[in-house]
């Protein structure tokens, strides 16, 4: 351990499978994605057909041929933007699988989600207002859902969009409000029910579960206040995935006890309701790995560094500032064998911002090694500042059973 700082140790093996030869063909730095793990996670969730549809929200990752790849087990996109409204609708997916959020939403996205029969989460009073003078403008009504911001706030939801002041929905309080400006323009919005993406990395399944109900009492509240019966409620994303050494979610139990919250939802509501899964991270983390080859080895007053061909510029979540917590797991994927040191990670970029990780556990790394970083999957590529210093853009590459595709944007 070098200053003081937390040593974190090296995770053991993903596997071999990062090692063929085929994925370095294309230089680095490389994101390689696994459908196959997106696929499992996806199953994971599913509790029969009466469970909860499972959407995926598209900021997470919205490469067109990894969706492409996943469409068939999805039941919907959550999309926050014209590119991703695009997207979802070249993947093929109908209008009741498209939900569309975001707190600044322009005419045009309305525009085009009211002509695709998307569903559009309504952040505030006049976004409805705007909404329905977009349907109004095209002779149809809008499907819409009050995207709600509750009073309490989950500390469990490591990043949190609800509970405190945000432009993420109406707050709770205001509900009045919306249910008057609801009815005031029932001609051309039909308000379908609540939706609350209550915020990220929440890995407590208690936690997660505790806003599932709270979500289906706002619903409720809702249809009493409004009169009008609930058919959709949507749960957000915000399933956590462990960082090295933390617990996960038990997603088998949280899955039972939300079914039986549903169950009471509907005996209550009606059998035909709609309960929307949309998780990002949680589908997609584990589905990626990033791969960055060392170019020097610096030692500094004594600090060891490997700096990297990719850092902040291709992947700003791993870098220190832009994750809470723990660092992503690193391995040396050229050596696994070299006698363990303390080594600081960071990007190519001219700033300390471009500092991975520090002081983290690994295989002595030499100029030439390749480094790989776990849960890449999410909030990768796409999250990624590409034009900050001009280094090339990461490759991406799908490796879907043993047959490895290169990925075009
Ligand atoms: C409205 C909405 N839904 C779902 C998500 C996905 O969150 P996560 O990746 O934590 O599941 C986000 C993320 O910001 C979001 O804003």
């Known amino acids: 351990m070098l200053g003081g700082a937390p040593a974190w140790g090296h995770p053991p093996p993903v596997s071999g499978r990062y090692s063929d030869p085929r994925l370095l063909a294309h230089g680095t730095p490389v994101y390689v994605y696994d459908p196959a793990v997106a696929r499992a996670r996806v199953r994971a969730l599913r509790v029969g057909p009466a469970g909860p549809e499972v959407f995926l929200a598209l900021k997470a990752n919205s490469h067109p041929a990894l969706l492409a790849a996943l469409a068939p087990d999805l039941d919907g996109v959550d999309v926050a933007s014209e590119g991703e409204l695009a997207v979802a609708l070249a993947a093929g997916f109908p209008g009741s699988g498209i939900g569309v959020t975001g707190p600044a939403k322009t005419p045009a996205l309305l525009a085009r989600a009211v002509a695709a029969g998307g569903v559009v989460s309504v952040e505030s009073v006049p976004e409805l207002v705007d909404l329905a003078e977009v349907a109004r403008a095209a002779g149809v009504r809008a499907r819409a859902l009050i995207r709600l911001n509750p009073a309490e706030r989950i500390h469990a939801f490591r990043v949190a969009t609800a509970g405190l002041a945000s432009p993420f929905g109406v707050p709770q309080e205001d ?162 064998d070299r006698p363990v040191v303390p080594v600081t990670v960071v990007g190519p970029s001219c700033t300390p911002l471009d500092t991975l990780a520090r002081d983290v556990l690994l295989p002595e790394p030499r100029p030439g090694d390749l480094l790989l970083f776990e849960q890449a999957g999410a909030y990768g590529w796409g999250a990624s500042p590409h034009g900050f210093l001009l280094h090339d853009v990461p490759v991406e590459l799908m490796l879907d059973g043993d047959d490895v595709q290169v990925m075009v944007r």
């Not at 050494?245 to 939300?258: F, H, I, Q, W």
């Not at 700096?307 to 791993?318: E, P, S």
């Open 175 to 336: 509900l009045p409000e919306v249910v008057a400006a609801a009815r005031a323009h029932a001609d051309a919005v039909d308000v379908e029910g609540v939706h609350v993406h209550a915020g990220s990395q929440c890995t407590s399944d208690a936690a997660w579960l505790r806003h599932a109900v709270r979500t289906l009492d706002l619903a409720d509240a809702l249809a009493r206040a409004s009169g009008v019966p609930p058919r959709l409620v949507n749960l957000g994303g915000g399933l956590g995935v462990p960082t090295p050494g933390e617990p996960g979610l038990d997603v088998a139990r949280l899955m039972r006890k939300l079914s039986g919250a549903v169950a009471r939802f509907r005996a209550a509501h009606g059998p035909g309701v709609r309960v929307v899964l949309e998780p990002g991270r949680f589908i997609m983390a584990e589905a990626g790995v990033f791969i960055a080859r060392v170019l020097r080895c610096p030692v500094s007053r004594g600090a060891r560094f490997a700096a990297l061909d990719g850092g902040l510029n291709a992947f700003l979540f791993a870098a220190e500032r832009f994750h809470d917590g723990p660092p992503p797991a690193i391995r040396n994927l050229t050596c696994e």
